[in-house]
């Protein structure tokens, strides 16, 4: 069966270091692959999309990888901030256009 | 401002008292979907429409059901509410393009069934 895996334990980092999440797939070849950030008694919000064919993308302090052979996406946060301390979820597209969300790694940026 | 609206965001009620959580989107988005949110188990639909008068079972679809008779209104129905259905929900509308699907999400609507 589909299969998203993130981390469940906590990640806990200093500030200033770069956080470093792991979104791993199995039986999906999906054409793009998503991170939402997710604070506690409120929605995921959208941060990024990268397309199977894009190996890295940026935007500010964030950085995803795709690689499609190991199926696997690296969600990273350089100089990380108390005020990143969140949820993070990845999403996949299984079929059609719908999103099948994976279970969230929540980050804690110690000051 | 570009959103989605649910409502209510806290309720508690009993068991068998039929209940809706009504959810509203101004972006004139095709797709909306309903999902719960319990710990350990992350995010998991339950319904979610491709259009007008199309709707489909998500992952955990039992106890549930879902009308979409205008584009920008897609309610959640509980026809009689268990406790096992007490939860976090959430909406959410999202519109394709060519790089791909992006979900907005609601508020969330935290259900206690007692």
């Known amino acids: 069966s589909q299969k998203i895996e993130q981390n469940s334990e906590a990640l806990n980092i200093q500030e200033g270091k770069t956080a470093t999440l792991t979104c791993n797939y199995t039986n999906y070849s999906p054409a793009y692959l998503q991170w939402y950030r997710q604070d506690p008694g409120r929605g995921p919000v959208f941060l990024l999309l990268?397309?199977?064919?894009?190996k890295e993308k940026r935007k500010e302090r964030l950085k995803v990888t795709f690689d499609t052979t190991l199926k696997q996406s690296l969600f990273h946060i350089t100089a990380s901030q108390p005020a990143d301390s969140a949820t993070y979820l990845c999403?996949?597209?299984?079929?059609?256009?719908?999103?099948?969300f994976g279970g969230g790694t929540r980050l804690m940026v110690k000051p | 401002e570009a959103q989605v609206t649910q409502n209510p965001r806290y309720l508690i009620t009993v068991t068998g008292k039929k209940l809706t959580v009504t959810c509203s989107q101004n972006m004139n988005h095709e797709y909306m979907s309903w999902y719960r949110q319990d710990p350990g188990l992350g995010l998991r639909q339950i319904y979610y429409s491709m259009n007008v008068e199309v709707t489909d079972k998500g992952d955990v679809p039992e106890g549930y059901k879902v009308s979409r008779k205008e584009k920008r209104n897609f309610p959640l129905i509980l026809e009689s509410p268990s406790p096992n259905q007490t939860s976090l929900y959430f909406c959410?509308?999202?519109?394709?393009?060519?790089?791909?699907?992006?979900?907005?999400f609601g508020q969330g609507t935290r259900l206690t069934v007692v």
């Open positions: 959410a509308s999202s519109f394709t393009s060519t790089s791909g699907t992006e979900a907005f």
């Open positions: 990268i397309r199977e064919n894009e």
């Open positions: 999403a996949l597209p299984p079929a059609g256009n719908m999103l099948t």
